[in-house]
């Protein structure tokens, strides 16, 4: 069965330092994969997709993912965090039938 | 910019009345979804529309909840007797299915149903 797993339920970065949020799928098939951001009282936001070609995808926000078939691995980057990017952060892959499926979320915390 | 509205933001409602909830997804999109967010079980997909037409909604308790799309900018989800257990923050989303941009959702800002 199609699933998202995302290994950590909360991350606390220091504002400036670089960040990883970790995403594993399981999906048969060749996977479309996302990453959403909720902030506090609101709805998710797309930050990046992939489809296919380079497996290195740049999304909004200086927010980078490298999708690493080998692995079932689709990790979220970024240089340098800003106190703006403490959110909730969801990575899903895209099933048959335009489900998505989305994984529990990764809580982050930046501290000045 | 386009984005998707619902209403109410807010519903504070007593166990057994019956709760509608309403989305307008963008202009445009052919597929609307419905998800329920709770802390405990996450982002569950309860019912999603592809052209107006319910492709699959099994994630929702079909006793008590139900969706339409009454037409192509308006959706509905409403709770009938809503019960405690089901106070959460419910989305919706839309999409432009067959597009290119496969399946890209883009979200409303939630419901926050409380039922006491």
């Known amino acids: 069965a199609q699933s998202v797993t995302q290994p950590d339920i909360h991350i606390t970065v220091s504002e400036g330092a670089s960040l990883e949020l970790r995403c594993n799928y399981s999906?048969?098939?060749?996977?479309?994969l996302f990453w959403y951001v909720q902030s506090p009282g609101q709805g998710l936001q797309l930050l990046l997709k992939?489809?296919?070609?380079?497996?290195l995808v740049q999304g909004i926000k200086g927010f980078e993912a490298e999708f690493k078939r080998s692995q079932s691995s689709f990790n979220l980057r970024k240089p340098s965090v800003h106190w703006s990017d403490a959110a909730e952060y969801f990575c899903?892959?895209?099933?048959?039938?335009?489900?998505?499926?989305f994984g529990p979320g990764t809580s982050l915390s930046v501290i000045p | 910019d386009a984005r998707v509205t619902q209403t109410p933001r807010h519903k504070v409602t007593e166990m057994g009345q019956e709760v509608t909830m309403r989305c307008q997804p963008i202009?445009?999109?052919?597929?609307v979804f419905w998800y329920r967010q709770t802390m405990m079980q996450g982002l569950e997909l309860l019912a999603y529309?592809?052209?107006?037409?319910?492709?699959?909604d099994s994630g929702m308790p079909k006793d008590r909840f139900s969706a339409e799309m009454p037409d192509a900018t308006l959706a509905t989800l409403k709770i009938q007797p809503s019960e405690p257990r089901d106070s959460a923050v419910y989305f919706c989303?839309?999409?432009?299915?067959?597009?290119?941009?496969?399946?890209?959702?883009?979200f409303g800002p939630g419901t926050r149903l409380t039922v006491l």
């Open positions: 989303a839309s999409g432009e299915s067959g597009s290119g941009n496969y399946n890209e959702q883009f």
């Open positions: 999906y048969g098939a060749t996977p479309y």
């Open positions: 992939y489809f296919s070609g380079d497996t």
């Open positions: 899903a892959v895209v099933t048959s039938y335009d489900k998505v499926i």
């Open positions: 202009l445009g999109h052919n597929t």
């Open positions: 529309f592809r052209n107006r037409a319910p492709l699959d």
